[in-house]
Each structure stands twice: as C-alpha cells, then as structure tokens.
C-alpha cells in the first residue's frame, strides 16, 4: 500500500525559503516519477517538479514559473522526497502535493505553503 506523507509547510515573507518533503511508504519501480504539485486558492492543481524514482536515472523537470527558484531533490535509502522553495512570491501560496506516478498515481494530502507580502 502506497502512502506519502509530507511536511514542512508553513508562513513565510516573500523572498523567504521553505523546504517541503515527502515520506513514501510503499515499493516503487523506475517508471514511477516521483513530483510535486500544487493548487492555489480557485486554481486547479499545476506541475511543480518532478525526477526519476529512488535509485532510477531520467531527466529532472521543473515548470517554467519555478525553474532556478525550486529544487527537487530525493533520499533514495530514505524513501523522502524534498523540494527546497527559495525566493518565495505570493503566487506560491498554494497546497503542496507530494505525487507518485503522475495525475492518475498516488497523493499525499499535501500541505500548505502561505507566503505573505
């Protein structure tokens, strides 16, 4: 049973930093990309970032709006999957979501990211 539980979500200033991550519990394989998600109040959910599965290789992804800002990275022995948020704009106030597989793969209940003028 897959189970991703993430953490670090919180208030900050713009211009200031968060890092989320992401517990996974469960076994993967190398064709489940491991990513983040967000929606924004009155959004429908976006991409974030998304990498190759713990000990697999492929090409790391951002979208446009937080490429050079935003870094996904994984723990493979671990299982924990991170995203380092810096420069943070109100625009970013969203619930972060911690994703396995794609839309159609597993969630986790996500968590928000508030960040304030």
């Known amino acids: 049973q897959m189970q991703l539980v993430e953490n670090g979500g919180g208030s900050v200033q713009t211009g200031g930093s968060l890092k989320l991550s992401c517990a996974v519990t469960?076994?993967?394989?190398?064709?489940?990309?491991l990513g983040w998600y967000r929606q924004a109040p009155g959004k429908e959910r976006e991409f974030v970032a998304a990498l190759p599965g713990f000990w697999c290789s492929g090409a790391t992804v951002y979208a446009d709006s937080v490429r050079d800002r935003f870094t996904i990275s994984r723990a493979h022995a671990e299982n924990i999957l991170y995203l380092q948020m810096t420069i943070l704009k109100p625009a970013g106030t969203a619930i972060y979501y911690c994703n396995i597989g794609g839309p159609s793969g597993y969630w986790g209940r996500g968590t928000q990211v508030t960040v304030s003028s």
């Open positions: 469960g076994r993967t394989t190398c064709t489940d990309r």
